[in-house]
């Protein structure tokens, strides 16, 4: 008799990431992203901005108004959040200005 082999995972499909900008941040651990893309005109061919906006987890309440941010698709959390925030791409202004005040070091 042969031994019965372990069974391989087959392996997982790579999740689509996506790059958008957090719109809010009025929920807890939830940011509101909105990703632009522009997308030729059926007929005319012109080219016309497109808005998604997806519902995103963030674990530790980092990102805010103004990031832009990269998010990767996972199983739904909620009702609404399908997507959670796997990094910050680029701090918003709010940052930016919080640190003008600031007295340079040296």
Known sequence: MSQPTPSAKPARTPRKTEIGVVKSDKMDKTRRVEIEKLVPHPKYGKL?????????????????????VEIMETRPLSKLKRWRIVRIVRPGAQQALAGEGEAPKG
């Open 48 to 68: 016309m901005k497109h808005r998604t906006v997806c519902h995103a987890h963030d674990e530790t309440n980092q990102s805010h108004v103004g990031d832009t």
